[in-house]
């Protein structure tokens, strides 16, 4: 769809108009090969945009000051693997929510700053799936000015100073450990993100998007899964949550295109 809709937003298209060759590499310190790959492109340059994956010291040593990376955070604060849901949940959305063009170093996310980009979330109507197209935006226009100033010398870095790691793992989590009050306020802040679950015993965790219905109080019964909904208990109340469906996931995904295709001629 989003071929379609927006094919300037398209990797895969973009790729292929501009004759550039693509590979699918696994877990980047599982590459033995590595080295060598990278030695026959004869590339001098690493950028790296948003990913989960930590380059190794040994492939940093190829690039030098060479290798950047765009996180989705205004960096120091927010390093680590949650730069998005991490500021929803801490109510810093409007704060420390952008994306920074920095160098790569062995640190997560500590290396130098190029550059950086505010985004806060009331900016995107508290929207999340337009949030998304401005940091897809927000990471165009860093890879075409900033990234590439500094790669010629004409910029500098300047080091991080201060700032913190953040990893969300049970603030995810909707349970019997949360009460009314906290599981409404998770889930207006970051319902639409799709990380919101709920862990279920006999399956891999529901992502669940608000709060549907309060049935009245906890009743001891275990948790029941229906097509659009997941009933609970909670520590004060037994509730319905409203689930993120595929449906709801299209409609997200729709909001999202269509934002980027606004955002094409930018």
Same mark, same amino acid.
């Given at each position: 769809?989003?071929? $379609? @809709?927006?094919? #300037?937003?398209?990797? #895969?298209?973009?790729?292929?108009?501009?004759? @550039?060759?693509?590979?699918? $590499?696994?877990?980047?310190?599982?590459? +033995?090969?590595?080295?060598?790959?990278?030695?026959?492109?004869?590339?001098?340059?690493?950028?790296?945009?948003?990913?989960?994956?930590? %380059?190794p010291p040994r492939l940093l040593d190829l690039f030098?000051?060479?290798? @950047?990376?765009?996180?989705? +955070?205004?960096?120091?604060?927010?390093?680590?693997?949650?730069?998005?849901?991490?500021?929803?949940?801490?109510?810093?959305?409007?704060?420390?929510?952008? %994306?920074?063009?920095?160098?790569?170093? &062995?640190?997560?996310?500590?290396?130098?700053?190029?550059?950086?980009?505010?985004?806060?979330?009331?900016?995107?109507? *508290?929207?999340?799936?337009? /949030?998304?197209? !401005?940091?897809?935006?927000?990471?165009?226009?860093?890879?075409?000015?900033?990234?590439?100033?500094? =790669?010629?010398?004409?910029?500098?870095?300047?080091?991080? @100073?201060?700032?913190?790691?953040?990893? %969300?793992?049970?603030?995810?989590?909707?349970?019997?450990?949360?009460?009314?009050? !906290?599981? #409404?306020?998770?889930?207006? &802040?970051?319902?639409?993100?799709?990380?919101?679950?709920?862990?279920?015993? /006999? *399956?891999?965790?529901?992502?669940?998007?608000?709060?549907?219905?309060?049935?009245?109080?906890?009743?001891?019964?275990?948790?029941?899964?229906?097509? $659009?909904?997941?009933?609970?208990?909670?520590?004060?109340?037994?509730?319905? =949550?409203?689930?993120?469906?595929?449906?709801?996931?299209?409609?997200? *995904?729709?909001?999202?295109?269509?934002?980027? *295709?606004?955002?094409?001629?930018?």
């Amino acid at each position: 769809m989003g071929d $379609v @809709v927006s094919p #300037r937003w398209s990797a #895969r298209l973009l790729l292929q108009r501009h004759a @550039v060759p693509a590979m699918t $590499v696994p877990r980047l310190r599982d590459w +033995a090969g590595a080295e060598a790959a990278i030695a026959a492109l004869g590339v001098d340059t690493l950028i790296t945009c948003m990913t989960m994956m930590i %380059v190794p010291p040994r492939l940093l040593d190829l690039f030098g000051r060479r290798a @950047v990376n765009l996180h989705p +955070a205004l960096l120091p604060a927010y390093r680590g693997p949650s730069p998005l849901l991490g500021p929803l949940l801490d109510g810093n959305e409007d704060i420390h929510s952008g %994306v920074t063009a920095h160098v790569l170093t &062995a640190g997560i996310d500590e290396g130098p700053i190029i550059a950086r980009l505010p985004l806060p979330f009331r900016a995107a109507g *508290r929207n999340y799936a337009v /949030w998304m197209a !401005q940091h897809a935006a927000a990471c165009r226009r860093l890879a075409r000015d900033a990234v590439p100033a500094y =790669l010629e010398g004409a910029t500098g870095a300047r080091p991080q @100073v201060g700032g913190f790691y953040r990893k %969300v793992s049970e603030d995810g989590e909707i349970g019997p450990h949360l009460v009314l009050a !906290q599981v #409404r306020n998770i889930l207006e &802040a970051a319902g639409a993100s799709h990380f919101i679950g709920v862990p279920l015993p /006999w *399956r891999r965790p529901v992502s669940v998007r608000s709060v549907r219905r309060v049935l009245g109080p906890p009743t001891g019964e275990a948790p029941s899964l229906g097509m $659009v909904s997941v009933t609970l208990d909670i520590a004060d109340a037994r509730v319905v =949550l409203e689930r993120n469906t595929a449906l709801q996931r299209t409609r997200d *995904r729709l909001t999202l295109v269509m934002a980027l *295709r606004r955002l094409d001629h930018e």
